[in-house]
């Protein structure tokens, strides 16, 4: 039997479940996932091996439109992914109303099988998941749609079984051992940056980045030094809070995250720096690593 492996590019607009599916399909948390809308900002990649195949997921930003040259860079990252996908997966919900016509074409002009995965059919009755269903197969006739469940993991193994199917013959592209693309630091800074997201309310979030300054592992403990960048003085004041409190409380959510991820005794220490208008800056951007 001839061994068979691909890109399987996952995309879709923010909220339906994009990064919560990815980590079911994987088995692992690799995209954090919080309530808030853009949590994914990077193309983070998940790969699942057998002695047969070998499928790398790739989890995109979810699609908006472009209002920083932040916004710009992430959408990069879908256009990029749709581009060298073997299968993409399109994934909506069943309380999304439309899909916008910019998206409609998105897919209908793709040269790769698509799977429409309609999820969290656990909020709905029966009939309306069947007619959501009904309706997306006249969208897109040739695209195969399944309905899921990624929180309650609902149909995560027919997925599989159809990607497998769809897959082209070829050597896997990764070492079989491998479980992501992305480095240690990469996803520390990511598990700091979901609390901020849950922590935090209104812009804060989406103005702040975090790059880790240092990633020291003794025998013990790993000592960690993190910035979080923020855009303004005032996002600064809520991010460190009243005597240090709201800082004090993330840091604490973090570490305990990130000792549970790294299996071992973690010391964690948060700066906070105002770079000025950063999602707009192309060089501080690329900085952050937005190519």
């Known amino acids: 039997m001839e061994h068979k492996a691909g890109f399987v590019n996952i995309i879709g607009k ?31 990649l998940g790969i699942v091996n057998s ?13 908006v439109k472009p209002h920083y040259e932040l916004h710009k860079s992430m959408m990069k990252f879908v256009e990029g992914a749709i581009e060298d996908a073997d299968i993409i997966l399109f994934v909506t919900e069943v ?19 698509v799977i429409i995965l309609i999820n969290k059919v656990d909020q709905c009755e029966q009939d309306v998941a069947f007619k959501k269903i009904a309706e997306l197969q006249a969208i897109f006739p040739d695209a195969t749609c399944i309905p899921v469940s990624a929180l309650h993991k609902f149909n995560i193994e027919a997925i599989l079984n159809k990607i497998v199917e769809l897959l082209p013959e070829s050597p896997p592209y990764y070492p079989k051992d491998e479980l992501t693309d992305r480095s240690t630091r990469f996803f520390v800074s990511e598990i700091i940056r979901e609390k901020i997201l849950l922590l935090y ?11 880790i300054e240092t990633f020291v592992e003794e025998p013990k403990i790993t000592r960690i030094a993190a910035t979080i960048h923020v855009a303004r003085d005032t ?21 305990k995250d990130i000792e549970v991820f790294l299996d071992q005794k973690v010391f964690l220490e948060l700066f906070v720096k105002v770079t000025k208008d950063w999602r707009d800056d192309e060089r501080t951007l690329r900085h952050f690593g937005y190519d």
Request: hydrophobic share 35%; glycine share 8%; charged share 30%.
């Open 201 to 211: 309310k209104q812009e804060i979030p989406y103005s702040a980045q975090v790059i």
């Open 51 to 63: 002695d047969d195949y070998q499928i790398v997921f790739s989890d995109t930003p979810g699609i």
């Open 95 to 113: 309380k999304e109303k439309e899909i916008e016509e910019e998206n409609i074409q998105r897919i209908r002009k793709a040269t790769v099988p």
């Open 14 to 44: 923010p909220n339906v479940g994009k990064s919560t599916l990815m980590n079911a399909m994987v088995g692992e948390k690799l995209s954090i996932i919080t309530p808030k809308a853009q949590t994914t900002r990077h193309r983070i």
């Open 235 to 255: 996002q600064k004041s809520i991010l460190i809070g009243k005597g240090g409190i709201a800082i004090k409380r993330l840091g604490t959510d973090a570490r």
